[in-house]
């Protein structure tokens, strides 16, 4: 635990308390816990297999999906889905939070489903979830299974059509309903807590400026550029933070 961060946790506790509606904004921190590392740190063993120079945007483009789905799918299967990830405290404080009537919403960046396998009801997933795939042709559901034991590039039973995670991947847009939602819900927010997001990818980023209330908590082991603007500011372990805070209540 950093210096100060027992305090700046019994503030948080505090804001919880007293805070109104809470709405909360997350990324890839948030899922560290749960062994889910950032999938920008690893990209370099892919650029190596491709014999190119690969961004991670790159290797998760629509671009690189369409061009060359062989290898789109093999990083996607590898370095995208962890199955066995289970919740950590972060999640689990997020769904009590809200069961205590305290927390309106989850916007995240994650594609994990791990809010709602804590219990979170209402969580709008601004980059979708691996959870969820379609048949580009006949649109019929798969599951997560599904995709990761297929061969190659997964294909539709039905009709033979190729199978699309239901993720929004780079150089695609975001679902307007989603965006709309997650507004409303920030707009309408007295606290908004940001957690476990270095707030560098857009257009998501660019949310936090539809938030009017009165608390603005920043919750990430590095520094934002938010964290001046911020109420409260704990630059600590995400799951650590929340969890303690929370059983504080």
Same mark, same amino acid.
């Given at each position: 635990?950093?210096?100060?961060?027992?305090?700046?946790?019994?503030?948080?506790?505090?804001?919880?308390?007293?805070?109104?509606?809470?709405?909360?904004?997350?990324?890839?921190?948030?899922?560290?816990?749960?062994?889910?590392?950032?999938?920008?740190?690893?990209?370099?063993?892919?650029?190596?297999?491709?014999?190119?120079?690969?961004?991670?945007?790159?290797?998760?483009?629509?671009?690189?999906?369409?061009?060359?789905?062989?290898?789109?799918?093999?990083?996607?299967?590898?370095?995208?889905?962890?199955?066995?990830?289970?919740?950590?405290?972060?999640?689990?404080?997020?769904?009590?939070?809200?069961?205590?009537?305290?927390?309106?919403?989850?916007?995240?960046?994650?594609?994990?489903?791990?809010?709602? /396998? %804590? &219990?979170?009801?209402?969580? !709008?997933?601004?980059?979708?979830? #691996? +959870?969820? =795939?379609?048949?580009?042709?006949?649109?019929?559901?798969?599951?997560?299974?599904?995709?990761?034991?297929?061969?190659?590039?997964?294909?539709?039973?039905?009709?033979?059509?190729?199978?699309?995670?239901?993720?929004?991947?780079?150089?695609?847009?975001?679902?307007?309903?989603?965006?709309?939602?997650?507004?409303?819900?920030?707009?309408?927010?007295?606290?908004?807590?940001?957690?476990?997001?270095?707030?560098?990818?857009?257009? /998501? %980023? &660019?949310?936090?400026?539809? !938030?009017?209330?009165?608390?603005? #908590? +920043?919750? =990430?082991?590095?520094?934002?550029?938010?964290?001046?603007?911020?109420?409260?500011?704990?630059?600590?372990?995400?799951?650590?933070?929340?969890?303690?805070?929370?059983?504080?209540?």
């Amino acid at each position: 635990m950093e210096p100060g961060t027992k305090e700046k946790i019994a503030k948080l506790t505090e804001i919880l308390r007293n805070g109104g509606r809470i709405v909360f904004f997350g990324g890839a921190g948030v899922s560290t816990a749960s062994g889910i590392p950032d999938f920008r740190s690893s990209n370099g063993l892919w650029n190596e297999k491709l014999n190119r120079n690969f961004s991670p945007e790159e290797l998760v483009s629509h671009t690189m999906y369409m061009r060359y789905p062989e290898d789109f799918f093999e990083f996607y299967k590898d370095k995208l889905i962890y199955p066995e990830a289970k919740p950590n405290a972060a999640h689990i404080a997020l769904a009590k939070l809200e069961e205590m009537g305290k927390l309106t919403a989850v916007i995240t960046q994650n594609i994990d489903g791990l809010h709602q /396998a %804590a &219990g979170s009801k209402n969580v !709008f997933e601004l980059h979708g979830s #691996v +959870l969820r =795939n379609y048949c580009e042709e006949c649109h019929a559901f798969y599951d997560v299974d599904y995709v990761l034991k297929s061969e190659g590039v997964p294909k539709c039973t039905k009709c033979g059509g190729r199978v699309k995670p239901d993720v929004v991947l780079y150089e695609e847009g975001l679902d307007d309903e989603i965006i709309t939602g997650a507004i409303a819900a920030i707009s309408a927010a007295n606290t908004l807590i940001i957690g476990g997001t270095s707030l560098v990818v857009y257009p /998501a %980023a &660019g949310l936090i400026r539809y !938030f009017k209330g009165q608390n603005l #908590v +920043l919750i =990430n082991k590095s520094k934002t550029s938010a964290d001046s603007s911020a109420d409260l500011c704990i630059n600590d372990d995400i799951a650590m933070v929340l969890g303690e805070a929370v059983a504080a209540l």
